[in-house]
């Protein structure tokens, strides 16, 4: 059965208003005002069939056609020219003319008689009524008797054929204006069991692309939903058949060839929704400047997946958001390919590149070059300058990373760990051990080493526990037991547990910075106000205090740790009285080589953090820092100018004053809150809205973006998504449902607030079904 013709079975052919002929269109001037007809009505009423071919073709085929001309044609009558006025049409709504026939026509009495063609079931004349063909086909033109008592249109109107037919055409009028008329009652009806069904399957398909769960499979039929292949939406869609009695009703009409499940329309609906997602990002942003995020992975068919992300200040909430744009491909990895891909994207979105405040990449050569990377080939494209921001969380990782491998007792140190990560994984180790679970170390996330360290601080005293018991249990093969020999040799060190406490301190510190650097609600300043104030946490364990609190946490740990009985090397004497840089050889490191570790590898975090964020001291960042209500430059004009010349504006210095005298005395009364630059914009907005320079600088403050982690989340997303069963889904289909899965607070929409918005998009994509 055809698709259309299940949903379309009780509609009607609509007929257009016959207008008048084109041999009398210019003596008419308009339609009597009084039978204007409304764009409703035209839009209501149905035909069956023609009209009488006997009546002429320029009469009313919805409603009397009452026309007014110039001057209409004149009939001899004995000795005076007599012809139709159009004042006859006042009070005689069922009145109409024919320029053609030059004759009076009763519209009720052509359409609704009994031998008329068009007529309707209910309230139909008694067979073998006849009407007086004057006024049904031949037409009136007796206009010499036309408004006399008892003769032409008096003697018509009086009639019962009339009366009869006139009732039926105003009982027929009144059911089209309140929309109760058969057909359309009918039609009203089969349209609102088609948007259930839709509704339903709509609301089936949200449910799963938000919770990234997988919507077909091999099989797509009702039949074969117990064959285990058919995929979540027909699973979930038969459970909301048995629970819902309406959609059960109206799911047995439907033939199962036009159930509407196929993977076209699942595509159809992903991408209706997809598209209405992008809509509402867009529209979000509207004028507001933004940045662009950009981060790219490789899914594991070796595609290059790019994540555009975009930031802006959203002028309905208030607060700084971040949307994923897309996620799309790039077909080689070159700048110029990559850039081109950026603005193709925004072009393809709706946003203007003239309008990008900042860019944010990580630090590999090709997105971070100062000749050909992204970041200034995108400046060039644009033709002006976009300031570059080099994530913050990737360069508080390279800090780390930097600090973890200048040291070789530190790289030994993880190596053990991971060593010993993989020992507690064998199941007869893992049943004997009862502390927390070890973690696995990532080089791409420090985040992991973090949590390692933290497990051994923690369950220090289960893992030599359960060491101690491999290593002496002879129900344990030969290998398991000198491994594990050898693990309690290596953490019973009293340097492995210095070295372990020293990594947990140190972590702990940068990793607040770490988890605020990732919220999609951190700017900028705020980032790097964090790495400064993590950096001089850090410098604040840089003396002979720390390290010796740092040494006696150890020595009382290891105090009652069971030690190697092997024995202890001394160092050379004749390095007493030199500074050791290296390792003697000696298994266990001594106070000295201890302190010059701990020492030297502050050091590096300090000197790097000191590198790598040493664009603190930019023209930008001082314009940041003069935004900042806790500062001392707040509002000063030559510090923000730099970033007011990005958008080709200016600040007023008296805005400016203003301003800054409005805060101080909030500051006042509220003395025991920081004051932000968020709060500023979110509790003070209206206020703000009168310094509108000041306004504008503020927003773009928190618009510069300071990592691309929302990029990185989005690959989580992907990796969900994407998975080992999905491989064969093509890209297009992959975007959409990654976007809808990420920005799930919109795809949620669809089930409620936009619900009317996805029938209409999709009816009108699909062509098939008749929704509205």
């Known amino acids: 059965m055809d698709l259309r013709k299940w949903f379309t079975t009780t509609s009607t052919t609509s007929v257009k208003t016959v207008m008048p002929s084109t041999s009398t269109t210019s003596d008419v001037d308009r339609p009597v005002t009084e039978a204007s007809p409304s764009d409703r009505r035209r839009a209501s009423v149905t035909a069956s069939s023609h009209d009488d071919d006997t009546c002429p073709d320029d009469l009313g085929k919805d409603e009397p056609l009452q026309i007014r001309l110039n001057s209409y044609p004149t009939r001899l009558f004995g000795t005076r020219n ?111 069991r088609n948007r259930y069904y839709m509704s339903s399957l709509i609301d089936v398909v949200e449910f799963l692309v938000s919770n990234q769960l997988p919507l077909r499979g091999k099989i797509e039929a009702f039949d074969h939903m117990d064959e285990g292949g058919s995929g979540l939406i027909m699973s979930l869609l038969e459970f909301r058949i048995r629970k819902d009695p309406q959609l059960s009703e109206i799911v047995k009409t439907i033939p199962k060839n036009v159930t509407y499940t196929s993977h076209e329309i699942q595509n159809e609906l992903v991408a209706v929704m997809s598209s209405l997602v992008l809509d509402a990002i867009v529209k979000e942003i509207g004028d507001s400047w933004f940045t662009v995020k950009v981060d790219g992975t490789r899914d594991p068919t070796g595609m290059e997946n790019i994540s555009i992300v975009i930031r802006y200040f959203n002028e309905k909430t208030l607060e700084i958001t971040e949307r994923l744009l897309v996620m799309t491909i790039a077909n080689s990895g070159d700048a110029q390919t990559i850039t081109n891909m950026i603005l193709s994207e925004l072009s393809k979105a709706g946003l203007n590149a003239s309008e990008i405040l900042s860019q944010v990449y990580d630090g590999a050569v090709v997105m971070s070059g100062k000749c050909g990377g992204v970041q200034r080939l995108l400046q060039e494209k644009v033709g002006r300058e976009i300031p570059y921001v080099h994530c913050l969380n990737h360069q508080l990782h390279l800090v780390v990373v930097h600090m973890l491998s200048a040291e070789k007792a530190i790289q030994d140190f993880f190596s053990i760990c991971n060593a010993l990560y993989n020992f507690c994984r064998k199941p007869t180790v893992a049943l004997q051990y009862r502390g927390d679970r070890l973690k696995r170390l990532f080089d791409q996330r420090w985040t992991g080493r973090l949590a390692t360290v933290a497990v051994i601080v923690s ?114 004497k004749n390095l007493t009285e030199y500074v050791v840089e290296e390792t003697t050889g000696a298994n266990i490191i001594d106070k000295v080589e201890l302190r010059r570790l701990y020492f030297s590898a502050l050091d590096h975090i300090l000197d790097e953090i000191e590198v790598r964020f040493s664009e603190r001291n930019s023209k930008f960042a001082a314009a940041l820092a003069a935004l900042d209500p806790e500062n001392e430059t707040f509002l000063d004009v030559k510090s923000i100018k730099p970033i007011m010349d990005l958008t080709n504006s200016t600040i007023v210095e008296t805005e400016c004053i203003v301003a800054k005298q409005y805060i101080s005395r909030i500051k006042e009364e509220e ?102």
């Open 459 to 572: 369950s220090f005293e289960d893992i030599t526990s359960v060491l101690e018991h491999v290593s002496s249990a002879r129900t344990y093969g030969a290998e398991v037991r000198m491994e594990a020999v050898g693990l309690l040799r290596e953490v019973s060190d009293e340097s492995f547990l210095f070295i372990c406490n020293f990594i947990h301190k140190v972590l702990l510190l940068l990793n607040p910075a770490n988890i605020i650097l990732q919220g999609e609600d951190t700017d900028l300043l705020t980032g790097m106000k964090l790495v400064s104030s993590a950096a001089e946490c850090v410098r604040n364990l840089r003396g002979e205090d720390e390290f010796c609190i740092l040494c006696d946490t150890v020595t009382a740990s290891t105090k009652d740790t069971p030690v190697s009985a092997k024995r202890r090397r001394q160092v050379n």
């Open 82 to 192: 007599r012809s139709f006025l159009h004042a006859w049409f006042q009070k005689r709504d069922w009145l109409e003319y024919s320029a053609k026939a030059d004759a009076a026509f009763c519209y009720p009495c052509r359409k609704f008689s009994a031998g008329s063609a068009r007529q309707i079931k209910i309230g139909q004349p008694q067979s073998g009524t006849r009407l007086d063909p004057a006024f049904t086909t031949n037409g009136f033109h007796d206009w010499k008797h036309a408004v006399e008592t008892n003769k032409g249109f008096s003697r018509h109107e009086m009639s019962k054929e009339h009366l009869t037919c006139y009732s039926m055409w105003k009982e027929k009028v009144s059911r089209i204006d309140k929309g109760k008329e058969i057909s359309t009652l009918l039609y009203a009806e089969q349209i609102q």
């Open 671 to 772: 003395s025991q809150q920081m004051m932000t630059t968020r709060r500023l914009l979110s509790e003070h907005h209206k206020v703000l809205e009168a310094m509108p320079s000041v306004l504008s600088a503020l927003k773009l403050a928190v618009t510069f973006g300071a990592s691309t982690a929302m990029c990185e989340n989005s690959f989580s997303v992907l990796k969900n998504v994407f998975t080992d069963n999905r491989r064969s889904m093509n890209h297009t289909r992959k975007y959409q449902l990654v976007q809808l899965a990420f920005e799930r607070d919109l795809t949620k929409k669809m089930c409620n607030k936009w619900k009317d918005l996805v029938l209409r998009k999709f009816n009108s994509s699909t062509r098939r079904l008749q929704l509205f």
